[in-house]
């Protein structure tokens, strides 16, 4: 058998002294891929937020859009607030909202909900977004809200689908729910609701799973701006609702 040149034999040599960091760089790789929250089965996440960084800037992007926020507060004012007070008035017609209800919107822009809560003689409510929009909506991010738990009666949102992590979308919302509190949100199910989304909901099954500490009150078809699925839920009473909302947001 001829000897290796030793060309080879340096390539074979660096090859297998190289060996160790590559699998260190492979398990690197892995550790991070796990480490990114999965989103829930039912949900896709949409591709290109690498970051909470980059979601971040670009939700600000749509929030802080001085053309956009201008026609919010004008063209679309009147229009919005008729349209939110029917769906609250319905709501109340349920006995699920009332008017001693405190209530959140969340992710609520400019605060045309907040308004139309106002109007319908829900006074107690203001409206959280990334941008404050001053005297109806106060800065929070839905991901972490800024509220103690169980301070309201009622809360709304028509952002589920601006989640980047929907399980805490969700369980900030049970959190700051008072036990027996309602929540209604109005979704697209199974279409793209807008350029800004963070997912996609495939049906109400993934959402009727998160909400872990609550049940199911009704479901049903509306036309609400683009969104096409009213679902409201009510927070449980018991214990084992609180121990399982603390587990769902471990
Ligand atoms: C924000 O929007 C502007 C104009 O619409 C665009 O040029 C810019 O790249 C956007 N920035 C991000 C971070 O998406
Ligand atoms: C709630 O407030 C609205 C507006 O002020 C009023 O019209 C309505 O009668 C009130 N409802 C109840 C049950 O008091």
Same mark, same amino acid.
């Given at each position: 058998?001829?000897?290796?040149?030793?060309?080879?034999?340096?390539? !074979? #040599?660096?090859?297998?002294?190289?060996?160790?960091?590559?699998?260190?760089?492979?398990?690197? @790789?892995?550790?991070?891929?796990?480490?990114?929250?999965?989103?829930?089965?039912?949900?896709?996440?949409?591709?290109?937020?690498?970051?909470?960084?980059?979601?971040?800037?670009?939700?600000?992007?749509?929030?802080? +859009?001085?053309?956009?926020?201008?026609?919010?507060?004008?063209?679309?004012? &009147?229009?919005?607030?008729?349209?939110?007070?029917?769906?609250?008035?319905?709501?109340?017609?349920?006995?699920?909202?009332? +008017?001693?209800?405190? @209530?959140?919107?969340?992710?609520?822009?400019?605060?045309?909900?907040?308004? #139309?809560?106002?109007?319908? *003689?829900?006074?107690?409510?203001?409206?959280? &977004?990334?941008?404050?929009?001053?005297? !109806?909506?106060?800065?929070?991010?839905?991901?972490?809200?800024?509220?103690?738990? $169980?301070?309201?009666?009622?809360?709304?949102?028509?952002?589920?689908?601006?989640?980047?992590?929907?399980?805490?979308?969700? *369980?900030?919302?049970?959190?700051?729910?008072?036990? *027996? *509190?309602?929540?209604?949100?109005?979704?697209?199910?199974?279409?793209?609701? &807008?350029?800004?989304? #963070?997912?996609?909901?495939?049906?109400?099954?993934?959402?009727?799973?998160?909400?872990?500490?609550?049940?199911?009150?009704?479901?049903?078809?509306?036309?609400?701006?683009?969104?096409?699925?009213?679902?409201?839920?009510?927070?449980?009473?018991?214990?084992?609702?609180?121990?399982?909302? $603390?587990?769902?947001?471990?």
């Amino acid at each position: 058998m001829n000897p290796k040149p030793p060309i080879l034999k340096y390539m !074979l #040599a660096s090859l297998f002294l190289s060996l160790p960091l590559f699998l260190f760089l492979l398990a690197a @790789a892995t550790a991070t891929f796990l480490r990114r929250p999965q989103p829930p089965p039912g949900i896709r996440i949409r591709p290109g937020y690498t970051s909470y960084e980059t979601y971040i800037q670009r939700q600000l992007n749509k929030t802080q +859009n001085p053309k956009l926020r201008r026609i919010w507060r004008t063209r679309d004012w &009147d229009r919005k607030v008729v349209v939110f007070s029917r769906f609250f008035r319905a709501l109340q017609s349920k006995r699920l909202l009332s +008017n001693d209800s405190k @209530a959140l919107c969340v992710g609520a822009r400019v605060g045309q909900e907040v308004e #139309a809560l106002r109007r319908v *003689g829900v006074s107690d409510s203001i409206g959280i &977004d990334l941008v404050p929009s001053p005297p !109806l909506v106060v800065k929070g991010d839905f991901h972490a809200q800024p509220f103690g738990d $169980a301070t309201f009666d009622f809360e709304f949102s028509n952002v589920f689908d601006h989640a980047l992590y929907p399980d805490r979308f969700v *369980g900030e919302i049970e959190r700051t729910l008072k036990p *027996g *509190g309602v929540c209604a949100l109005h979704v697209a199910v199974s279409r793209r609701p &807008d350029k800004y989304s #963070a997912n996609d909901l495939l049906s109400v099954a993934p959402l009727v799973n998160m909400f872990r500490g609550s049940e199911v009150v009704y479901t049903r078809k509306v036309d609400g701006f683009g969104l096409d699925t009213e679902i409201v839920f009510r927070k449980k009473n018991t214990a084992t609702a609180t121990e399982s909302v $603390a587990k769902g947001l471990r």
